[in-house]
Nanobody
């Protein structure tokens, strides 16, 4: 069975940094495009970042492009999200996601695999 397990979410202060990690199992990790989505309190689930199966291509939401970095280690079956200069607006549940295609990694694709999410709270 496919499993995506996020870790690293916690309460931090504005301006702090945090790294989220996602451990994958149950499929061939190197065949999957991976990404991160988030859902703020009272908000819709939104795209944050994604990275191709090879790790050579990546895309970010405009709101995080200069602050967040997505990476993956195919030898360890892990994907990471390094978050710097965190803002209160970044407060959300962050979800690790996987898809067999680059274009298919989107919130409305029923074939996307989702983790359970990890809570990130940014407040002073």
């Amino acid at each position: 069975q496919v499993q995506l397990r996020e870790s690293g979410g916690k309460w931090v202060r504005p301006g702090d940094s945090l790294r989220l990690s996602c451990a994958a199992s149950g499929f061939t990790f190197s065949d999957q495009a991976m990404g991160w989505f988030r859902q703020a309190p009272g908000g819709e689930r939104e795209f944050v970042a994604k990275i191709s199966s090879s790790g050579r291509i990546w895309t970010y939401a405009d709101s995080v492009r200069d602050r967040f970095t997505i990476s993956r280690d195919n030898s360890q079956w892990r994907v990471y999200l390094q978050m710097n200069s965190l803002r209160p607006e970044d407060t959300a549940v962050y979800y690790c996601v996987a898809s067999s295609s680059w274009a298919g990694l989107r919130v409305d694709n029923e074939d996307v695999y989702w983790g359970q999410g990890t809570q990130v709270t940014v407040s002073s």
